[in-house]
């Protein structure tokens, strides 16, 4: 059987550009193949996973990833336009990433713990696999937090974001600014180790003195304010710790 042979030219926009190797940088590709491709096969044959791309045009029309590249074609690919209204004009999905509950894999811990403390839902768990990841991020749909961009590849993930800096504090403002979530921070509203939601408990609830008398003894001389997870049932309350916290999320909101 003889295939033809399909030549066109693509190029990436902003900061798609960072998976890109071997290529000029922000300019137009020219890419060759023989047999039939869809843009998706054709924008992951250069490294960048589908869930990083918020559109796609065609000779100037909008396309999904289920479009089969033809000789002659001019594609342009775009990242998430989370900043921006795109509805209608894109085919990639209807539905953004302001949904903010995330799942993240196991290289992320520490910026898993730095998002709960600003109040993001976000699931761990160090023993997940590839696969079990994929499956709570469509099943639950999640947004997939990783490092992994072939793991970003998986056909039934639609909502993934690359983290691209290896340095914690650059994460925690990556996702923050690429998915636009200042509006969206918590603090103190969610449990730092299994990402349940933190209860007020007053003096006069029922559970507040049996609680109380778990504090260690320093602690009891001052503290009068309790919260508990509702899930894991473990007890806060602002120590020195919470100051800490609470300096490093008013610098972040700077």
């Excluded at 290529?23 to 044959?45: C, N, Q």
């Excluded at 869930?51 to 100037?60: F, S, W």
């Amino acid at each position: 059987m003889k295939f033809n042979k399909t030549k066109g030219t693509i190029r990436f926009y902003e900061e798609l550009n960072f998976f890109i190797k071997g290529h000029a940088l922000k300019e137009d590709i020219e890419f060759s193949y023989y047999g039939k491709r869809s843009v998706k096969d054709l924008i992951e044959s250069y490294g960048i996973p589908h869930v990083e791309v918020d559109m796609i045009l065609v000779n100037g029309e909008s396309v999904s990833f289920d479009h089969i590249v033809k000789a002659g074609d001019h594609i342009s690919v775009y990242p998430m336009f989370e900043r921006f209204n795109i509805e209608g004009l894109t085919k990639i999905r209807d539905h953004g990433l302001r949904d903010s509950k995330f799942v993240a894999d196991v290289h992320l811990g520490k910026l898993v713990k730095k998002l709960r403390l600003l109040g993001f839902d976000i699931l761990y768990d160090s023993t997940w696999d590839d696969v079990e990841l994929a499956d709570i991020a469509m099943n639950e749909s999640r947004i997939l937090l990783t490092r992994d961009r072939r793991l970003l590849m998986r056909t039934i993930i639609d909502r993934g974001l690359i983290i691209r800096s290896t340095n914690i504090e650059k994460q925690v403002i990556e996702v923050l600014e690429r998915l636009d979530l200042y509006n969206e921070i918590n603090p103190f509203s969610r449990c730092l180790m299994c990402n349940g939601t933190l209860l007020d408990v007053h003096e006069e609830d029922e559970t507040y003195q049996e609680l109380f008398i778990q504090l260690p003894a320093k602690v009891k001389i001052w503290c009068r304010e309790i919260f508990i997870c509702e899930k894991c049932h473990k007890i806060y309350w602002k120590g020195s710790h919470y100051e800490k916290m609470l300096k490093y999320i008013d610098e972040l909101l700077i």
